[in-house]
């Protein structure tokens, strides 16, 4: 499973759910797997940057 890292301090986070399955990165977006149409989100912000997707 995929996690949100803080690049800063290294917290860490779960990626969100969406259609019963992980949300992937497509640029600056989290992605339901079944495209943006049906569901996407602003990558979380921690520390005041942008989270990095950890596969």
């Known amino acids: 499973m995929a996690k ?4 800063k301090c290294g917290f ?3 990626v969100p ?3 019963g399955q992980e949300m ?3 640029g600056k977006d ?7 149409g ?4 602003a990558i979380p912000q921690h520390c ?3 989270m990095d997707v950890v596969v």
């Open 30 to 36: 989290l992605v339901c797997w079944m495209g943006p």
């Open 4 to 7: 949100l890292v803080c690049k």
């Open 24 to 26: 992937h990165q497509e």
């Open 12 to 14: 860490e986070s779960t």
């Open 17 to 19: 759910m969406h259609c």
């Open 48 to 50: 005041d940057e942008i």
């Open 38 to 41: 049906c569901g996407s989100e």
